[in-house]
Every structure is written in structure tokens, then in C-alpha cells.
């Protein structure tokens, strides 16, 4: 299997656009040594030739364009086969709305997730102009789905979408109920090397699902705080980590703690732009190496 971290931040980018906090303005003027990321998103393939996106970034156009991987190789073409998506939130989902010029994609997404996507969404319809334009596969919790091509052959990856703890879109808080459905990761199987991929970057909490972190060979995870309290602590926000939904990575209940008896490869990814770790030279960075973890950076590549 073929991985590409296509983006590694969390939601509002890294600098984010208002924010003049220690990371943002350090990766700005050059004082600290960082790399800028755009938001969470990674491609998989099992072939190098079709491509299955792991959630629809905003900044999904630009990472199109720095991954030869996923450019066109006819007049009109492209290598995306589908799109899974493990939450509703905008950060995840809005980059869809960018990749309507009637190529036809897969949508693979559990009922709540679509629903919420969809549901008295005007602006949805724009994906649905042509009846091939976006066909959607429910994706049902815990069961494994074959990720098929245009054609409808098998791409030679599976995915299977097991709930984990998390949170409804902020804008749903008001108009749903929560459900398991609401926020997934994903289990990518390549049937050719017999490889997985363990996607989870928007956790809450492992204390449920921890033994599924032991059935990756790879594993990415939610990188999105060093600590609960960070946006508070910079000044720059007044919900903690666990408010947003996010474990913390430092700390007696962080998951580099909760984690520490894996022995996969580990990859932190969705960085908060307020996280110490996204600065090189940072103790908070070299803790996390330590442990045996690595920190994603956009264009990275994994062979599995
Ligand atoms: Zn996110
Ligand atoms: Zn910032």
C-alpha cells in the first residue's frame, strides 16, 4: 500500500490565517524551524495508478497539484477513484465542494456522516448534477468494504470504519442527535501485502477502542494538542482539548502514555498549529521522537 500525507494539520492550516501565536508567527518570519502544512488529508492506493482520498480537505486543490500521484494522465482525467470521510467536520468535508467538475468519484461515508452532509444542504446538489457524478456507499460500523474503481473492480484495498470517540460538526450541534456514527477511523487493508493502515485523527479518548490500535502495522493519529489546555494556556482559545473532542498527546491520560505499548510504526498527524511538537527544535518534539513516534509533514511518503 501506498500512503501520502497530503496535508497534516488540523482545521485552519499551519500558520493559520488569524493567528499570531509563538508557532504561526516563528513558521512566518522564519525564527523557528518548522514546515507550513495544509489540512489533514492523506491518499492511499494500492496499485500507485487509482487513488482513494482519506477525507476532503479545503486545501485539497493545492495538495492535488504538489502530488504527481494524483494528477491527471489524460486530457481529462484523474487518478481519484474515492473519497471515505471519518467525521463531518468542514475541515474534513469541504474540499468535495472543489472537485465538482463531473469526474466521477465514490463517496464512502457512514449514513450520519452523509446525512449530515447532505441533509437540506443546497449547495450539495452540485455534486449531483450528473446521475455518475457522486455515488455513495454506506459505510456500516466495523464491516469491511471492498474500495472498488470507476469500473467497479476491486482496487485492491479494503476499509473498514469503527467508531471512535468523538463529537458531532459544530454546525450540527444544535439541529442532531449525536451517534456512534458521527466520528470513525479507518482500518485501510491492502489484500495484496497483507499491510494495514490504522487512520485516526480526531480521537477523544482510547479507553474503549484500545485494542483496535493493535491490529495496524501503521498506525496515524490525532496529533491535534500537546496538552488539554493549550488554547487557553496561549491565550488564543477557551476550549480545552477534551471540549474539542481531541486526546492530548502529554500527560498521565495522553496517548502517548495510553499508547506506549505499541510497537507499530507511529505517526502523529491533524497538528493544531498551537502544538509545540510542529517546532524541530522544541523539547515537546524531541519527547515524542524519543518515544518511538514520528511527526507527519505534508508530502510524506509510507510504503506498506
Ligand atoms: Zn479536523
Ligand atoms: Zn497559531
Not at 480537505?57 to 504538489?66: A, F, G, K, Y
Not at 494528477?71 to 471515505?84: E, K, M, N, T, V
Not at 461515508?109 to 449530515?116: D, E, H, K, L, P
Request: hydrophobic residues 40%; negative net charge.
Amino acid at each position: 500500500m501506498l500512503v501520502r500525507i497530503l496535508g497534516s494539520a488540523a482545521g485552519g492550516r499551519f500558520p493559520q490565517w488569524n493567528c499570531g501565536c509563538l508557532n504561526c508567527r516563528g513558521v512566518r518570519t522564519g525564527a523557528i524551524r518548522a514546515r507550513e502544512r495544509t489540512q489533514d488529508s492523506v491518499a492511499v492506493s494500492a496499485d500507485g495508478h487509482s487513488w482513494f482520498l482519506l477525507n476532503a480537505s479545503p486545501d485539497v486543490l493545492t495538495q492535488i497539484e504538489r502530488q504527481p500521484a494524483l494528477q491527471p494522465r489524460g486530457l481529462r482525467h484523474s487518478p481519484l477513484a474515492g473519497i471515505l470521510l471519518s467525521n463531518g467536520d468542514l475541515d474534513h468535508v469541504l474540499g468535495l465542494f472543489s472537485l465538482r467538475e463531473s469526474h466521477p468519484l465514490t463517496l464512502y461515508a457512514t449514513r450520519a456522516v452523509y446525512q449530515g452532509l447532505a441533509e437540506g444542504n443546497a449547495v450539495f446538489e452540485t455534486l449531483r448534477r450528473h446521475p455518475r457524478q457522486l455515488s455513495v456507499r454506506t459505510l456500516e460500523l466495523g464491516s469491511e468494504v471492498v474500495l472498488q474503481l470507476a469500473d467497479g473492480s476491486p482496487s485492491g484495498l479494503t476499509a473498514r470504519a469503527i467508531a471512535v470517540p468523538g463529537k458531532l460538526p459544530a454546525h450540527l450541534e444544535r439541529s442532531s442527535r449525536p451517534s456512534a456514527e458521527d466520528n470513525v477511523c479507518f482500518l485501510i487493508h491492502d489484500t495484496y501485502s497483507a499491510q494495514s493502515l490504522l487512520y485516526a485523527s480526531s480521537v477523544a479518548s482510547v479507553r474503549g477502542p484500545s485494542e483496535l490500535f493493535h491490529m495496524a502495522d501503521c498506525l496515524l493519529f490525532d496529533g491535534t494538542f500537546w496538552t488539554n489546555d493549550e488554547l487557553i494556556r496561549q491565550g488564543v482559545g477557551t476550549a480545552s482539548a477534551e471540549q474539542m473532542a481531541h486526546l492530548p498527546i502529554y500527560g498521565e491520560t495522553g496517548s502517548l502514555a495510553l499508547l506506549k505499548s505499541l510497537t507499530c510504526r507511529r505517526i502523529f498527524t491533524h497538528i493544531n498549529n498551537t502544538n509545540p511538537i510542529l517546532s524541530e527544535d522544541s523539547a515537546e518534539r524531541a519527547e515524542v521522537e524519543a518515544r518511538g513516534w514520528e511527526v507527519a509533514h505534508d508530502g510524506m511518503e509510507l510504503c506498506l
